[in-house]
């Protein structure tokens, strides 16, 4: 498709268990985030990926959280142990580097998260 | 998705009429402006961009004005159409670092039929 893809589009998990989240950015961007909008909150940064550079983490919330990026494309973003309190939507957005930084974000529909 | 915003201030605007959202942002040093909409259950959707180089940028029944003195930013959406409705909010990112990007809270556009 031809925008950024995520999946699952909800996940129910119970508490402690590990789940993992996928993201498909649009082809071409070397540009991948994540972030995350919890009820009633605005967009919270997470981890950033641009190309072959060391990625900026610095967003995570705790060492539960995690993400890679395969080959400059696909990303999975993973939670360990999962807590109540992760439960939110999770959103990917990539971007065009080769714009400079005149590159809008281009989100997908995000991750519903529940944790009971 | 439906649970963005709960407490996020309203606008309400008649069918027809023009919308006018405001953005005031933080730091002076941001260089690139992006207005996003947000319905229930999906994620951002770009509307429209503006350079900091720019005041004024216009795109089909959009139109974003910067002010770069007072660091306001604001969307105007002319002929406002109930697929309008969503919450709306702005991004600013500095030239220093494209990973410190700072959105807005956001503001629910209500259309009034």
């Known amino acids: 498709g031809a925008g950024v893809s995520q999946s699952p589009s909800n996940k129910v998990t119970e508490k402690g268990k590990d789940v993992e989240l996928r993201c498909d950015p649009i082809?071409?961007?070397?540009?991948l985030y994540w972030y995350r909008q919890s009820l009633g909150q605005g967009l919270e940064f997470l981890i950033y990926f641009q190309g072959n550079s060391a990625p900026d983490k610095s967003g995570l919330p705790s060492d539960r959280f995690s993400a890679e990026r395969t080959g400059g494309s696909v990303s999975t973003l993973t939670i360990q142990r999962t807590q109540q309190e992760d439960s939110a939507v999770y959103l990917c957005a990539s971007s065009s580097w080769t714009a400079g930084w005149n590159s809008p974000l281009h989100f997908g529909n995000g991750t519903r998260l529940t944790v009971t | 998705g439906e649970s963005v915003g709960l407490h996020l201030p309203t606008l309400s605007v008649q069918e027809g009429d023009n919308s006018i959202i405001n953005c005031a942002y933080s730091n002076s040093a941001s260089d690139y402006f992006i207005w996003y909409k947000q319905e229930s259950g999906k994620g951002p959707q770009f509307i429209i961009d503006i350079r900091s180089n720019m005041d004024k940028r216009q795109g089909q029944r959009v139109t974003v004005l910067l002010n770069k003195t007072v660091k306001h930013l604001s969307l105007q959406i002319a002929a406002t159409q109930p697929g309008d409705s969503a919450v709306y909010f702005c991004a600013e990112i500095p030239y220093s670092s494209a990973s410190k990007i700072i959105f807005g809270s956001g503001t629910r556009l209500s259309i009034r039929p």
């Open positions: 082809s071409g961007h070397t540009a």
